[in-house]
């Protein structure tokens, strides 16, 4: 066989593999095989392609936004801290209180944000909060939500890593 003719074969085979994943893929999902319901864990190797997709899409993107100067006044971290009670307990938890419905059926579930493990960064913080994350429950709170009111959200993360049920209805009662 020449070298012309060897190459054609390499190029026609490369074409057809293409052409024949994508027949397959397009089966895969009319077929219906994949169990798309939120009732059970999800398949290890989708969580994990989801899980490194969004780190390193934080780490790309997140981080860019220069905090305000007074960040961690106990006045932001008390309306963080309100906020956080209204509007993110109900699927990030909240300390000694039962998760709400809505945080106990969805699926990839909620991190506990205010676990004592946690680094909650303020800046890839804000930005989680005010994007959202695509494909999973996390809305992005900058559609409704201010710079400044994101912020606060933030501080009270950090603050209130590993805190206790006290503080936290200190906080939120603006007593602490
Ligand atoms: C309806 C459920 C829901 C609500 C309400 C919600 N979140 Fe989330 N949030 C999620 C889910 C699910 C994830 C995990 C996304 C993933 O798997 O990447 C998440 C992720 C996050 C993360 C990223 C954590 C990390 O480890 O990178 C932050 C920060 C966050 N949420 C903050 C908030 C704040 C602040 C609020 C309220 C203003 C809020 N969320 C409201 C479901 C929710």
Same mark, same amino acid.
């Given at each position: 066989?020449?070298?012309?003719?060897?190459?054609?074969?390499?190029?026609?085979?490369?074409?057809?593999?293409?052409?024949?994943?994508?027949?397959?893929?397009?089966?895969?999902?009319?077929?219906?095989?994949?169990?798309?319901?939120?009732?059970?864990?999800?398949?290890?190797?989708?969580?994990?392609?989801?899980?490194?997709?969004?780190?390193?899409?934080?780490?790309?993107?997140?981080?860019?936004?220069?905090?305000?100067?007074?960040?961690?006044?106990?006045?932001?971290?008390? #309306?963080?801290?309100?906020?956080? +009670?209204?509007?993110? !307990? %109900?699927?990030? =938890? *909240?300390?000694?209180?039962?998760?709400?419905?809505?945080?106990?059926?969805?699926?990839?579930?909620?991190?506990?944000?205010?676990?004592?493990?946690?680094?909650?960064?303020?800046?890839?913080?804000?930005?989680?909060?005010?994007?959202?994350?695509?494909?999973?429950?996390?809305?992005?709170?900058?559609?409704?939500?201010?710079?400044?009111?994101?912020?606060?959200?933030?501080?009270?993360?950090?603050? #209130?890593?590993?805190?206790?049920? +006290?503080?936290?209805? !200190? %906080?939120?009662? =603006? *007593?602490?």
């Amino acid at each position: 066989m020449s070298t012309r003719s060897r190459l054609a074969t390499v190029v026609a085979t490369a074409v057809a593999l293409l052409v024949l994943s994508a027949v397959a893929a397009i089966a895969f999902v009319y077929s219906g095989i994949y169990d798309v319901s939120a009732s059970s864990k999800d398949n290890a190797a989708v969580a994990w392609l989801l899980h490194r997709t969004y780190e390193a899409s934080l780490h790309r993107h997140g981080g860019k936004d220069l905090p305000p100067g007074d960040l961690m006044s106990l006045e932001n971290i008390r #309306a963080g801290a309100r906020m956080y +009670d209204s509007t993110c !307990a %109900l699927c990030h =938890g *909240a300390p000694d209180r039962p998760l709400s419905a809505v945080g106990q059926g969805i699926e990839p579930s909620a991190p506990q944000l205010l676990a004592a493990s946690r680094r909650n960064k303020p800046p890839l913080m804000f930005w989680v909060i005010k994007h959202g994350v695509d494909m999973t429950a996390m809305p992005s709170f900058g559609k409704t939500q201010s710079d400044a009111t994101i912020w606060q959200l933030a501080a009270f993360l950090y603050d #209130a890593r590993g805190i206790t049920k +006290d503080r936290y209805e !200190a %906080l939120k009662a =603006g *007593a602490n």
